[in-house]
């Protein structure tokens, strides 16, 4: 999933079967999230993808915005809209064979969403049992992406939408998209997401909010952590996602418009959880630093495992049709993350 707090006690599994690995390469900063995520030509199938076919997606069809949750079983990977799918989710036990399901995790959207536009899913367990998964969906009495909150007593669902209003939607700023969780050492829950203003000509800020214990509400308001800057950042940062690495906090985000190469993903580094945030001076992966091995790479969660931490993200396939899901093993540089390429 989009978040793990201090690396905080996950179940240790089979470290990634690397895709021809090359050669590392620093994370920087940089990317977008799918605030208008084409669908893919085809529905969502029941199909088995692996690291022996001729791409190097894990899941070689449209899968865009990639969470992963850890689970005992292994790991379950949910993503953007599919024709006929509010929210897609797949299992793996090693990262590498992933198993795409025909089920909608999502099956009913809440009563003031639209249909169509529903994506970037985080999944993490609830403090009382049971899951919650956090979406961006349309706010249909406004046209603005708002984030909701969903709730199942089992990882893969049927997710039930909570509430009759969206828990983060910032008319004013564009709406919200892009909700991502994360739990600091001391337990204290947060949500860190992307107020949508470049839908409107706005600046757009990656922002952090407070949790309510049992993760249905936001609490107070909140903080904002950093905006676009860099030239190669284009007109947004979005698709936040925090974690703790010894005693810094390391936010990976998105930048730059996703439907191209230009999308990219960067990483900015804190002392404390509300900042300041410096970013590194250059993007953490584009699609030139990967020989376009991966093209307009972003949307990215990071796996913390016994075994050694996993970038898991989308890029485009060779024709710009669709988002596939590709993982990399991740190596630190101090604070700072490093990827293995293939």
């Not at 708002?146 to 669902?157: K, N």
Request: glycine share 10%.
């Amino acid at each position: 999933m989009r978040r793990h707090g201090a690396g905080g006690g996950l179940t240790a599994r089979s470290k990634l079967v690397a895709v021809a690995v090359a050669g590392c390469v620093a994370m920087g900063l940089g990317g977008c999230a799918a605030s208008d995520s084409p669908t893919a030509p085809d529905a969502a199938s029941d199909a088995t993808t692996d690291d022996a076919s001729s791409s190097s997606f894990v899941i070689d069809q449209d899968f865009p915005d990639p969470d992963v949750l850890t689970t005992d079983d292994g790991y379950i990977a949910f993503a953007t809209n599919s024709p006929g799918l509010n929210l897609q989710w797949a299992t793996s036990t090693d990262l590498a064979s992933w198993t795409v399901s025909t089920d909608d995790a999502l099956p009913v959207l809440p009563s003031w969403a639209s249909a169509g536009r529903t994506w970037a899913p985080d999944v993490s367990a609830a403090p009382g049992g049971g899951y919650l998964l956090y979406f961006t969906a349309e706010h249909t009495a406004t046209g603005k992406q708002c984030i909701g909150v969903a709730t199942s007593e089992a990882p893969t669902g049927p997710y039930t939408p909570q509430g009759t209003e969206p828990i983060i939607c910032p008319f004013d700023d564009g709406g919200a998209i892009d909700a991502s969780t994360f739990t600091d050492v001391d337990g204290s829950p947060y949500l860190v997401w992307k107020n949508d203003g470049n839908c409107c000509g706005l600046d757009t800020w990656l922002q952090l909010s407070t949790l309510s214990a049992d993760g249905l509400a936001v609490e107070g308001d909140p903080v904002r952590l950093m905006k676009q800057t860099e030239a190669w950042e284009g007109d947004l940062v979005e698709a936040p996602t925090l974690v703790r690495h010894g005693d810094a906090y390391v936010l990976l985000y998105s930048a730059n418009d996703y439907g191209g190469d230009d999308y990219a993903m960067g990483v900015a580094t804190a002392p404390t959880i509300a900042g300041p945030y410096t970013k590194q001076p250059e993007p953490l992966l584009t699609t030139a630093s990967s020989n376009d091995a991966f093209r307009g790479p972003g949307g990215q969660d990071i796996i913390v495992d016994d075994d050694g931490d996993t970038l898991v993200f989308h890029s485009w396939d060779e024709n710009y049709i669709y988002r596939g899901m590709n993982t990399a093993p991740i190596e630190w540089d101090g604070d700072v993350p490093r990827i293995v390429l293939p």
